[in-house]
């Protein structure tokens, strides 16, 4: 069955993600909670996926990519295991077979990618180069960029603003840790955000903060 949730991308989304419904999946202990998506089991997705111990997930080949965050727990597949905090990107036309021995949750999207996105991407946790990103307070770790798209990590230490910006093609944010304060809205862990707008607003980081954002892609 087809569906349609948050399909028009032009058009804000803000979803808690920690509220929704665990969904099953076709594959037994793999369950999903769906933020975008357009179409049946072959779709352009946005989701929180959860695996339970010792679940896998058949090979399957990802025609239009796949990207994803680990959230908790330890995601594996045929190129290693990737705990809490990692980053990866299989370009189009790639296949695994995902499983998770102790149990996992993870952040995905699927088929959002372009012919030209080619690289794959493996950045294993936290341990990485943080640097000052543009302000006192707030730290940036780079994941993923070219010509149209950035992918990072920002802490936000507790009082900082990300003031007002444009941002062409668009801005996606989920919140890992702590709480924010966007265009007069409350966002805690796992609250996702997407907006097609040239202009941002603010963010203000309530508590010390973690998010994910994405830019330039919608």
């Known amino acids: 069955m087809d569906l349609a949730i948050n399909a028009d991308r032009g058009q804000l989304a803000v979803v808690e993600g920690a509220k929704l419904p665990w969904l099953p999946s076709p594959t037994p202990g793999v369950e999903r909670r769906l933020l975008e998506r357009i179409g049946g089991e072959v ?31 330890t995601f594996s597949d045929e ?92 801005e996606e944010l989920l919140v890992l840790e702590g709480n924010l304060r966007i265009a007069g809205q409350h966002f805690g862990p796992w609250s996702w955000r997407r907006s097609a707008e040239s202009r941002q607003p603010a963010i203000l980081a309530a508590t010390p903060s973690l998010l994910w954002v994405k830019r330039g892609h919608l």
């Open 79 to 170: 190129s290693g295991d990737f705990p809490a905090g990692s980053y990866v990107r299989n370009p189009p036309g790639s296949k695994h077979s995902p499983f998770s021995s102790d149990g996992c949750v993870i952040f995905v999207k699927l088929r959002q990618m372009g012919p030209d996105e080619s690289e794959s991407v493996r950045i294993h946790g936290e341990g990485q180069c943080w640097r000052v990103a543009g302000q006192p307070g707030i730290r940036g770790l780079p994941l993923y960029a070219n010509s149209r798209t950035q992918v990072e990590f920002l802490r936000l230490e507790a009082g900082v603003q990300i003031p007002q910006r444009e941002v062409t093609r668009g």
């Open 43 to 73: 779709a352009l997705a946005t989701s929180i996926v959860r695996y339970a111990p010792g679940s896998s997930f058949p090979e399957h080949r990802h025609d239009l990519g796949e990207e994803f965050l680990v959230l908790e727990g």
